[in-house]
């Protein structure tokens, strides 16, 4: 993948990552992804984001220069994976939720024994990342060098800009999480590796 393609505002990148695949090679063997859903975070413009409220040591990645990973740990325990874009200081993010494993499906369901089907192994974001077999170390990493262990490729096909939809994003809380203000999940219709939408839903204390 060419670096200028993601050194765009997060919000045209992330429809255009639609089609594209995301392989990670390890010593186990190599697993790539065709992507089918993402979700776009603008950074200090997007009460969504990381980075709303500036750089932090958790963060710092979104804060470089684009084509690189942000990995980043949740609810104590899931990685999920960001593709950073635009300019090096926007913190600009596409959230990686879905896709279809199309390399390494024997070794994606050894990491992913609760599927119940091969559509499930990376649908979700944190499945997605396990399929993949990405972690903490993964954090940084270059999807732009032809040397890199884990790389974006372009789409082999090009996606119909018909079948893009958009929408509310997943789980997130506050002013981020209104659908009118901030569609900024994007998918591909009729696809079965796009995950369900469920609101976030606040914790309520006992």
């Not at 089609?19 to 790539?32: D, I, K, M, Q, S």
């Not at 104590?76 to 300019?87: I, L, S």
């Not at 940084?140 to 509310?168: F, H, Y």
Request: hydrophobic share 35%.
């Amino acid at each position: 993948m060419e670096r200028a393609f993601l050194a765009r505002p997060g919000l045209a990148v992330a429809p255009d990552l639609l089609g594209c695949v995301l392989r990670h090679t390890t010593p186990e063997g190599t697993v790539a992804v065709r992507l089918t859903e993402v979700e776009a975070y603008q950074g200090s413009e997007d009460p969504g984001s990381h980075a709303f409220r500036g750089p932090t040591p958790r963060n710092e990645v979104m804060f470089g220069p684009a084509g690189h990973l942000y990995v980043y740990f949740t609810y104590g325990m899931h990685f999920c994976a960001n593709v950073v874009c635009d300019v090096e200081g926007t913190a600009t993010a596409v959230l990686l939720r879905g896709g279809e494993v199309i390399q390494g499906a024997p070794l994606a369901a050894t990491r992913r024994l609760s599927a119940r089907s091969p559509r499930d192994y990376a649908r979700g974001p944190a499945r997605l990342v396990s399929a993949l077999g990405l972690g903490r170390s993964d954090n940084g990493a270059d999807l732009c060098s032809s040397s890199s262990a884990t790389q974006l490729l372009p789409a082999a096909d090009a996606v119909d800009p018909s079948s893009v939809r958009t929408g509310p994003r997943v789980g997130v809380s506050g002013p981020g999480g209104d659908g009118v203000s901030f569609p900024w999940r994007f998918w591909l219709d009729g696809e079965a590796t796009v995950s369900p939408y469920r609101p976030h839903v606040p914790k309520r204390r006992k």
